[in-house]
């Protein structure tokens, strides 16, 4: 059974930090890119980051690039997403998603989690 847990959301000022975490139950999770999503209230979910499978590849929405960090651990099967200096426009629920397509589009990916929410206060 395939399931993607997220966790590490909560509210935070300003400027702060978050660390999410999306813990896989994936069968050969090291063979899967894997990515961050968010959806905040009222607007369409939107593309933060992936990682290839080797973790050696990853790539940013422009509104995050510097920001955020992407990384993942095969030895424990779990994605991480360092979120830094965190603007009350990053307030979403950020959703944990993988796939098996090197250079996916968002409708690529073929697991989803169910999401963690990220408030940021002014």
């Known amino acids: 059974q395939v399931q993607l847990v997220e966790s590490g959301g909560g509210l935070v000022q300003a400027g702060g930090s978050l660390r999410l975490s999306c813990a896989a139950q994936l069968r050969d999770f090291s063979a899967y890119t894997m990515g961050w999503f968010r959806q905040a209230p009222g607007k369409e979910r939107e593309f933060v980051a992936r990682?290839?499978?080797?973790?050696?590849?990853?790539t940013y929405a422009a509104s995050v690039k510097g920001r955020f960090t992407i990384s993942r651990d095969n030895a424990k099967n779990t994605l991480y997403l360092q979120l830094n200096v965190l603007e009350p426009e990053d307030t979403a629920v950020y959703y944990c998603a993988a796939t098996l397509n090197i250079a996916p589009r968002s409708e690529d990916y073929a697991y989803w989690g169910q999401g963690t929410q990220v408030t940021v206060s002014s």
């Open positions: 990682i290839s499978w080797s973790g050696g590849r990853t």
